[in-house]
């Protein structure tokens, strides 16, 4: 029998929808199915955040004629239906209706305005910027970041200052994807041996657990052909020995990658000795309703 057939299905990083991202697919109330389908216990919706600005509208969203005010607007719509779909699924599923931040400039005035005026239930720290410029769209993207840092060894430092500020700013309920800097780098693994990055992992993650926060085990780089979840196994351990929760996040994008490799993550996070009683991503405006199933 496998190990993870008595742990709940959860994830605490997931339930993007085409309703309300770009380059997701269906509807949310669509996504929230079938997690119930599936058995989920809880999940954490996790919608983007909208831009500060116009000049960090991605490309899709451009391209549909959208503009901030648009994106405030249909972060507004996210909030109010992801507490009807809390509601009106409360016996089958915990939902919790939370929000994922970027990390550009305007972004350290938007974030905690965003928080008062729409009170999610937790907040997902994440970066998609270095330096501004957006680094996960594809390997053009990720090199012209690298070049403006001097390099991938800078690149990596860059992000992980970043990280540090904004966990040090913003001090996130869950953390995301811990190190997607490595995103399209195949040597990432022994980069994570150099000094100057393994000093600030250290530094991040030491933060993290000062924080309490939770670490999302995002399992969806296997859907993309990667060999392993954000996180990678050394920095994994490494949280490990510090006490630092991870919980699994598929990170879905619509109906077709809801649960996808989530009990590939459980495995792993099992295997070394994690604790599977999942810690739930309550923060302070937590107002979620429902019960587990």
């Known amino acids: 029998m496998s190990l993870s057939n008595d742990i709940k299905l959860v994830s605490i990083h997931g339930g993007h929808s085409r309703q309300f991202c770009m380059h997701a697919e269906n509807t949310l109330e669509e996504v929230v199915r079938a997690y119930i389908e599936k058995g989920f216990s809880w999940v954490g919706i996790t919608e983007h955040m909208p831009p500060p600005r116009d000049e960090f509208i991605y490309p899709d969203e451009s391209a549909a004629g959208l503009g901030t005010a648009d994106l405030v607007n249909r972060f507004a719509d996210y909030i109010r239906t992801g507490r009807a779909l809390q509601k009106k699924y409360a016996d089958r599923i915990r939902l919790f209706v939370g929000m994922e931040t970027e990390t550009c400039t305007g972004a350290r005035e938007s974030i905690p305005e965003l928080k008062a005026r729409f009170r999610p239930d937790y907040l997902v720290g994440s970066l998609h910027h270095v330096n501004d ?3 996960d769209l594809g390997p053009e993207s990720y090199a012209h970041a690298a070049r403006s840092e001097g390099g991938l060894d800078q690149l990596y430092c860059r992000y992980f200052d970043e ?3 904004m966990l040090e700013l913003h001090a996130p309920d869950v953390v995301g994807h811990f190190d997607i800097i490595r995103m399209f780098d195949p040597d990432y693994r022994r980069r994570f041996e150099n000094g100057d990055i393994r000093q600030r992992v250290r530094r991040n993650l030491e933060t993290i657990r000062d924080l309490g926060a939770i670490l999302d085990f995002n399992v969806r780089p296997l859907l993309k052909g990667q060999s392993e979840p954000y996180v990678t196994a050394s920095i994994l351990k490494t ?3 510090l006490g630092i929760p991870a919980v699994p996040g598929d990170d879905s994008h619509g109906v ?8 590939n993550g459980i495995e792993i996070l099992a295997g070394l000795g994690f604790n599977t009683d999942w810690v739930e991503p309550i923060g302070k405006n937590n ?3 429902g019960a587990a199933s």
Do not use: C, K
């Open 287 to 289: 107002t979620a309703a």
């Open 256 to 263: 077709d990658s809801v649960g996808v490799n989530v009990q």
């Open 133 to 135: 410029i957006p680094f």
């Open 163 to 165: 990280q540090y500020e």
């Open 239 to 241: 949280a490990l020995s």
